[in-house]
């Protein structure tokens, strides 16, 4: 019995923090919906030729447009890489596109407060540059060029469909014209749906997971784990074990959120919630993609490189935000008790979920249901998607 009702308390804290965050998400993802109407996908590979800071700038702002699912953002990676794009663009692309977009930075203005939206959008770059540099030193051509023959065998990974449809708006006219025209409403809501389609097991694993976390683990065995005792141990310690915590969580891109706000609460340094954040690219399953992807020998690269990235933008950022004085005091994430009242949060989550709803049926009456058996497929399957505007 006691069992039971331990479970059942996981899940009610679950269910109050996803009502906590439905509106945001709803929000974010409209938002990314809206920008990847517009943003076409075709010769993104030849903007890409090199790793200078300038291919790796365009490389950013491309993958932040691109706003896709971890796993999805991995597989167009790869497909950038067999169209002629330099590794380590291709790779600043998908780290832009997990982890400097719109939806991400919602939620965790939310839920944890401004401070970490503003250390996402400083600490996404950073991981970028130390990326760049531990690949120019590690990095030799012999390793480069097995990694694209192991990626042009095309094996499958997954969302393969996902990351290789372009919905985008076809066309003339400004990007207003288009978004605001019936394509393009149909392109916005295919975006949408199917980045929600790609996301919500992640979601659904990362409140979860934050739900047991919140109920089950002592607040003190949490702070004695992350070294409360001791700050500047603490701050050591945090950008280490962030990235560590988010591999074995297995949960990746905004559904690690809610965990990343269980952590911070139980005392992890802020440096350690940034490397924890941006870990969503090293989690297992995607490591075994990596493998198929690129081979063994690459795989343990990235693995390697992408860690030392995440923990030294985060202790970048600890060290920044604190000279400026702008980490929080105060460990207050929002995490609801459970119990769901009459507020501002409510009858906005009424209102986007309306909205939501008006995205899915759009989606739904202009053929969207092939688009979905295909998302998961190759990318072959997704090179002419049969999908009305």
């Not at 965050?21 to 920008?35: H, V, Y």
């Given at each position: 019995?006691?069992?039971?009702?331990?479970?059942?308390?996981?899940?009610?804290?679950?269910?109050?923090?996803?009502?906590?965050?439905?509106?945001?998400?709803?929000?974010?993802?409209?938002?990314?919906?809206?920008?990847?109407?517009?943003?076409?996908?075709?010769?993104?590979?030849?903007?890409?030729?090199?790793?200078?800071?300038?291919?790796?700038?365009?490389?950013?702002?491309?993958?932040?447009?691109?706003?896709?699912?971890?796993?999805?953002?991995?597989?167009?990676?790869?497909?950038?890489?067999?169209?002629?794009?330099?590794?380590?663009?291709?790779?600043?692309?998908?780290?832009?596109?997990?982890?400097?977009?719109?939806?991400?930075?919602?939620?965790?203005?939310?839920?944890?407060?401004?401070?970490?939206?503003?250390?996402?959008?400083?600490?996404?770059?950073?991981?970028?540059?130390?990326?760049?540099?531990?690949?120019?030193?590690?990095?030799?051509?012999?390793?480069?060029?097995?990694?694209?023959?192991?990626?042009?065998?095309?094996?499958?990974?997954?969302?393969?469909?996902?990351?290789?449809?372009?919905?985008?708006?076809?066309?003339?006219?400004?990007?207003?014209?288009?978004?605001?025209?019936?394509?393009?409403?149909?392109?916005?809501?295919?975006?949408?749906?199917?980045?929600?389609?790609?996301?919500?097991?992640?979601?659904?694993?990362?409140?979860?997971?934050?739900?047991?976390?919140?109920?089950?683990?002592?607040?003190?065995?949490?702070?004695?784990?992350?070294?409360?005792?001791?700050?500047?141990?603490?701050?050591?310690?945090?950008?280490?074990?962030?990235?560590?915590?988010?591999?074995?969580?297995?949960?990746?891109?905004?559904?690690?959120?809610?965990?990343a706000a269980v952590l911070w609460n139980g005392g992890i340094s802020f440096g350690g919630v940034i490397s924890f954040i941006f870990a969503d690219l090293i989690i297992i399953p995607i490591l075994l993609i990596y493998r198929r992807y690129y081979g063994t020998k690459m795989m343990i690269r990235i693995f390697i490189c992408f860690y030392i990235a995440m923990a030294g933008a985060g202790y970048?950022?600890?060290?920044?935000?604190?000279?400026?004085?702008?980490?929080?005091?105060?460990?207050?994430?929002?995490?609801?008790?459970?119990?769901?009242?009459?507020?501002?949060?409510?009858?906005?989550?009424?209102?986007?979920?309306?909205?939501?709803?008006?995205?899915?049926?759009?989606?739904?009456?202009?053929?969207?249901?092939?688009?979905?058996?295909?998302?998961?497929?190759?990318?072959?399957?997704?090179?002419?998607?049969?999908?009305?505007?």
């Amino acid at each position: 019995m006691q069992a039971i009702h331990a479970i059942l308390h996981a899940l009610q804290l679950a269910f109050a923090m996803a009502w906590q965050i439905t509106w945001p998400l709803i929000l974010g993802f409209g938002l990314s919906a809206a920008i990847q109407a517009v943003v076409r996908k075709d010769g993104v590979s030849k903007l890409l030729p090199d790793d200078r800071p300038k291919s790796l700038a365009v490389a950013a702002g491309l993958g932040i447009a691109s706003s896709s699912c971890s796993y999805a953002a991995v597989a167009l990676a790869r497909a950038l890489f067999r169209k002629g794009a330099n590794f380590t663009a291709a790779m600043a692309f998908e780290i832009a596109s997990t982890n400097l977009v719109i939806e991400l930075g919602i939620i965790l203005a939310l839920v944890l407060g401004w401070q970490f939206t503003l250390a996402e959008f400083v600490g996404g770059p950073l991981m970028i540059i130390i990326l760049a540099l531990l690949f120019r030193l590690w990095l030799r051509k012999e390793i480069v060029v097995a990694a694209r023959e192991q990626a042009d065998k095309g094996i499958a990974g997954s969302m393969e469909g996902h990351a290789a449809m372009d919905m985008s708006v076809q066309g003339e006219g400004s990007a207003w014209r288009r978004l605001f025209s019936g394509a393009g409403f149909t392109s916005t809501s295919t975006f949408f749906v199917m980045d929600w389609a790609a996301v919500w097991k992640d979601i659904v694993g990362g409140l979860l997971i934050a739900g047991a976390f919140a109920a089950w683990v002592p607040m003190m065995w949490l702070q004695d784990f992350f070294l409360t005792d001791n700050p500047i141990l603490s701050k050591i310690w945090g950008p280490i074990v962030g990235p560590f915590v988010a591999m074995i969580s297995f949960v990746c891109s905004v559904g690690n959120v809610p965990l990343a706000a269980v952590l911070w609460n139980g005392g992890i340094s802020f440096g350690g919630v940034i490397s924890f954040i941006f870990a969503d690219l090293i989690i297992i399953p995607i490591l075994l993609i990596y493998r198929r992807y690129y081979g063994t020998k690459m795989m343990i690269r990235i693995f390697i490189c992408f860690y030392i990235a995440m923990a030294g933008a985060g202790y970048i950022i600890e060290i920044l935000f604190g000279l400026l004085g702008i980490i929080p005091t105060e460990r207050n994430a929002t995490i609801t008790d459970g119990v769901i009242s009459w507020n501002y949060t409510t009858y906005l989550n009424i209102l986007f979920l309306l909205i939501a709803a008006a995205f899915i049926w759009r989606f739904f009456t202009t053929g969207g249901m092939a688009m979905l058996r295909m998302m998961g497929g190759s990318p072959e399957m997704a090179d002419e998607p049969s999908h009305d505007h």
